[in-house]
């Protein structure tokens, strides 16, 4: 089936546990009994995790900047676990993206190896070095309130003729003049806001779906996130959170036949605890009424590995992608947006998103 070649625009959490994963499945081959473990699909449109490659990668912090790519997925302030510390050498060095609005002001409050430093480094053209490198598609790993830059990367596809995969709640693939762009040049685009593998909206949109499915009304629901991370670090600005809050609420939203009442529902980033690192802890609680309008509530705490969490999910996007390049499929792939993402431009059931994909994957949904 040939390699899937890709970029990364942004070396952090997020592209660190990919590396380390592409790698590890790679290693594992195709007879170890683990070889499926964590992954949705080993095989996916005749694709393996061990085709994918990585040929440009961009950022802004001076640690990155041009060290090679698999150095710059360990450097600071990157705090995920390790879990494969060999990465290949993809001979691809981290080169200086635009800075925009990707580096919070906040930050600079905080010490260096907890945040973005930034490189003094010229830009690159970023659409002239996709097109250098024969990349198939980009990934976008913005800081969340990123909006400019978002949009940076996302053009600089069109420009390159190339996929992009957009995991921040930015909302690209999710707005219809973008989505119309993208579908002129028969270029396509996933998105927006990935999904974890099993993280706290997944769960939360499964247990609001089983409330509606067995007869429950919802009546108000919360989720906190806390964790120690970049993301959180940068998510203490509370004006850049207005499309991530959005994002995580409409994702929820969508499974009710009639969505909440804003002051009954609260989802969202709640704080920075620097000792959590890249765990992710949160904090559910849902209340509602059964028979004989009876109370009752649910409450859950989830704790996880934040990036390592939506890299699976990721190695999926990254081959229905290259699907759609194949198939010369342009535009939105729905399929592969309403169960890869938050904020796709259109909303499904978990369980009718997954037939959708295994439908695309088949051959059946395609535009």
Same mark, same amino acid.
């Given at each position: 089936m040939g390699k899937i070649r890709v970029a990364i625009a942004g070396i952090g959490n997020c592209a660190s546990s990919l590396l380390q994963g592409v790698a590890h499945y790679k290693r594992l081959g195709d007879r170890h009994p683990d070889r499926s473990l964590g992954l949705m699909h080993y095989e996916l449109g005749g694709y393996r995790p061990s085709d994918i490659e990585f040929v440009a990668a961009f950022d802004i912090d001076k640690r990155k900047v041009g060290r090679p790519l698999r150095e710059?997925?360990?450097a600071k302030p990157n705090c995920t676990k390790v879990f494969n510390p060999r990465i290949p050498d993809y001979s691809v060095k981290v080169q200086m993206g635009e800075v925009l609005d990707g580096v919070a002001s906040h930050m600079k409050d905080y010490p260096e190896d907890r945040r973005?430093?930034?490189?003094?480094? +010229?830009?690159v053209h970023v659409a002239l070095v996709l097109k250098r490198s024969g990349a198939d598609m980009l990934i976008c790993y913005m800081p969340v309130g990123a909006e400019r830059a978002t949009a940076y990367y996302a053009d600089a596809c069109l420009k390159a003729g190339i996929g992009f995969i957009n995991c921040v709640p930015v909302f690209i693939a999710s707005d219809k003049n973008w989505a119309r762009r993208f579908e002129e040049r028969r270029i396509p685009v996933i998105g927006d806001d990935i999904k974890s593998q099993l993280g706290a909206t997944i769960i939360h949109r499964m247990l609001t779906r089983l409330f509606e499915d067995r007869g429950v009304k919802l009546d108000s629901t919360y989720q906190l996130n806390v964790g120690g991370n970049t993301d959180f670090l940068n998510m203490l600005n509370q004006s850049r959170l207005k499309s991530k +809050?959005?994002?995580?609420t409409e994702a929820v939203q969508s499974q009710l036949h009639k969505p909440l009442l804003n002051e009954n529902i609260h989802i969202g980033p709640s704080d920075y605890v620097p000792w959590l690192y890249d765990n992710k802890v949160?904090?559910?609680r849902m209340e509602g009424r059964g028979f004989g309008n009876i109370p009752m509530n649910i409450e859950l705490r989830l704790s996880v590995e934040d990036s390592p969490n939506s890299a699976g999910v990721v190695v999926d996007a990254l081959r229905c992608c290259k699907i759609g390049l194949d198939r010369k499929v342009g535009g939105v792939l729905i399929?592969?947006?309403?169960?890869f993402m938050k904020h796709p431009i259109q909303q499904f059931s978990d369980e009718d998103a997954r037939d959708?994909?295994?439908e695309f994957i088949a051959g059946k949904r395609e535009k």
């Open positions: 710059a997925a360990f973005f430093v930034v490189s003094d480094k +010229k830009a +809050k959005i994002s995580k949160c904090f559910l399929s592969p947006s309403s169960y959708m994909v295994e």
